[in-house]
């Protein structure tokens, strides 16, 4: 049985890596100072022993959580979740360890307090301060590696417009490489992508250290040319990557994970689960019982001036796709002298002579809508998600438009990043509902709880100017 070979990435300690370690040590060391100093004087002679066993137990944590892999090219945001992360390990086991010692039994609360939130604000503070070194370092062209391109197509074009495009990556082009004839690569013109060598001159350049990284960008059809270029980079001490073709697929927040050891990617997945599901629902939860206390009696108002304005139920239930496409009842104050919800579904239109007088006002000023917070409280729904669809429209849509049932990766919303940006209302036309599709896929991509934040108070902006609204 022939044995694989190894196409480990090799890497090696750098000067930013030792800095980023010494860094870390410094802001322990200072942070648990200032802890016992100015909050504990006279516990002083334990300092020691807690800055030691704080760094001994970060050593151990960082091989957890990668805190100290390369960074280059990530995210500032995503190094900086990492960091909390660590000292997620690290700050309960320091603590376990000094409870079972009972070397800290003697600190006050308040010295825990502060070494527990003056530590990660320290290792956030040094790294931000680190980034910024770089990248100015990087813009005048110290610290800068060089990459080379395998594939001459759209994929590597792409990927050396998109470095290209961030000096701050410290990455310097040192051309394409393809072994294929000139007939083969019609996919970009010669001039974006100019061929400067072979395989075989690829592998002399990084055997003498010209080249750091090398992107392998053939399309993953490509498999036995892939595995030819991995045998013969794998003689060099260049880090190997592929980018793999995955921009065919249409990917709603993609990562990598693995089962018993297999690696695998997910093209569509929600972005909201695990402590972001947490936070999302507890935030979904406070605000939306805090909007209800306060809008109790203008909401039972408005239910009388319904009651009283015409015949007909206060509220209105309408069937729709939730999360995963499960059906629910949306809630909603009654504004027409009908109630569709069946098979077919009318959209609301200026002018709709459905609507009742007081329904007109209560659509105009989207407070038809508030009765849907009973439905975030109750968990069917959240306060920011894709606006839910009746379900005749979702099954009339689902078979027009290209991973439209998508948007039910995530709770449906009773505002959305499509509806601040323009796309509320009447979607009478396909290309409407296609752009309003497009802002919902890219809130699934993109979610954070600090978006949620921006988009509700950018929805009240919106409301004011009750556009499309009707």
Partial sequence: MAIAPDYSVRTHRSLVDVSYRLLDAAAILCSTLVATRYTDQEHLENLAVVGATTLLVHTVAIEVSGLYRNWRGARLGTELWCVLINWLYTAPAVLGIGLLTR???????????????????????????LRSALRSLRRRGFNTRSFAICGI??????????????????????????????????????????CVGTLKKLVAMAKRGEVDMIFITFP?????????????????TASVY??????????????????????????????????????????????????????????????????????????????????????????????????????????????DDRVTPIGRFLRKASLDELPQLFNVVGGSMSLVGPRPHASAHNEQYRSLIDGYMLRHKVKPGITGLAQVNGWRGETETLE???????????????????????????TVAVVLKQENAY
């Fill in 103 to 129: 070397f800290n039994a003697e600190f006050s609360y308040q010295t825990k307090m502060v070494w527990l939130v003056l530590t990660p604000m320290a290792m956030v503070s040094g790294r931000v301060v």
């Fill in 153 to 194: 197509n759209q994929l590597g074009l792409q990927l050396a417009e998109n470095i290209q495009a961030s000096p701050e990556l410290g990455l310097t082009l040192a051309g394409f490489f393809d072994d294929r004839p000139a007939s083969r690569l019609k996919d970009v013109s010669a001039e974006k992508c100019p």
């Fill in 220 to 236: 993953m059809r490509a498999e036995k040319r892939i595995r030819d270029y991995l045998d013969q980079l794998g003689d060099t």
């Fill in 432 to 458: 409407k509902m296609e752009r309003r599709i497009e802002f919902d896929h890219r809130y699934i991509r993109e979610w954070s709880l600090w978006m949620d934040v921006k988009i509700l108070l950018q």
């Fill in 242 to 351: 592929i980018v793999p073709d995955f921009f065919v697929f249409q990917m709603l927040h993609a990562r990598w994970n693995q089962i018993n050891g297999l690696p695998i990617v997910s093209v569509f997945e929600t972005p909201i689960s695990g402590i972001d599901g947490v936070l999302k629902r507890g935030f979904d939860i406070v605000v939306a019982s805090l909007m209800l206390l306060i809008l109790a009696v203008p909401m039972a108002i408005i239910a009388l001036l319904v009651k009283y304005a015409s015949p007909g139920p206060v509220f209105f239930r309408q069937k729709r796709y939730g999360l995963v496409g499960g059906e629910i009842l949306v809630w909603k104050f009654r504004s027409m002298r009908c109630c569709d919800n069946g098979t077919e579904v009318k959209q609301a239109s200026q002018d």
